[in-house]
T-cell receptor, first 115, second 113 residues
Framework: EAGVTQFPSHSVIEKGQTVTLRCDPI?????LYWYRRVMGKEIKFLLHFVKESKQDESGMPNNRFLAERTGGTYSTLKVQPAELEDSGVYFCASSQGGTPRGEQYFGPGTRLTVT | GNSVTQMEGPVTLSEEAFLTINCTYT??????LFWYVQYPGEGLQLLLK?????DKGSNKGFEATYRKETTSFHLEKGSVQVSDSAVYFC????????????FGQGTELSVKP
């Protein structure tokens, strides 16, 4: 069974540009989470999807970030326009449906560098 | 608010040394507690967990005990190996906040032969 995959693994963009990160969860997992680790600090929660619905987006830093999960399968996280402080590693995780308390399986992350 | 504090790294040990990584938390109620590990080039993996006070989680020789009185969940291993070199994250999850995990800043462990 394939794990959680993320694309790209690394992205370098200039300030003001747009970047879209993609996450493919484990097949059949209804819950999908986005997290971010900035500058070696703690990993912070961004948002939680249940199928295609946003269950909790309390961690989204501002309106430059847009997350979607059309059809309840893969998810994208768009940053537009990117700022220097958006640099970090973006992790995606998924867990089985029925309860949000199932084990979360993480992808390898996307390292975003904004110059 | 809810938070997790870990000892700062990096931690460098010789093979077969004893490992302790301290983790304390702040949360109301009775959160579930976790240790995740990130090996180089890989995603986070759940290492162990405990869901109530005095529970001991264990896996791959690692152990951690949920101490409500000291709000701690320290990670220990009696004899580390080079293959244990990784970044370790302590995390909590509140029962009434869905699946959201709250992480500490991570502790990098390097084990030398």
């Amino acid at each position: 069974e394939a794990g959680v995959t993320q694309f790209p693994s690394h992205s370098v963009i200039e300030k003001g540009q747009t970047v879209t990160l993609r996450c493919d969860p484990i097949s059949g997992h209804d819950n999908l989470y986005w997290y971010r680790r900035v500058m070696g600090k703690e990993i912070k929660f961004l948002l939680h999807f249940v199928k295609e619905s946003k269950q909790d987006e309390s961690g989204m830093p501002n309106n430059r970030f847009l997350a979607e999960r059309t059809g309840g399968t893969y998810s994208t996280l768009k940053v537009q326009p990117a700022e220097l402080e958006d640099s970090g590693v973006y992790f995606c995780a998924s867990s089985q449906g029925g309860t949000p308390r199932g084990e979360q399986y993480f992808g390898p992350g996307t390292r975003l560098t904004v110059t | 608010g809810n938070s997790v504090t870990q000892m700062e790294g990096p931690v460098t040990l010789s093979e077969e040394a004893f490992l302790t990584i301290n983790c304390t938390y702040t949360a109301t109620g009775y959160p579930s507690l976790f240790w995740y590990v990130q090996y180089p080039g890989e995603g986070l993996q759940l290492l162990l967990k405990a869901t109530k006070a005095d529970d001991k989680g264990s896996n791959k020789g690692f152990e951690a005990t949920y101490r409500k009185e000291t709000t701690s969940f320290h990670l220990e291993k009696g004899s580390v190996q080079v293959s244990d070199s990784a970044v370790y994250f302590c995390a909590l999850r509140r029962g009434n906040q869905g699946g959201k995990l709250i992480f500490g800043q991570g502790t990098e462990l390097s084990v030398k032969p």
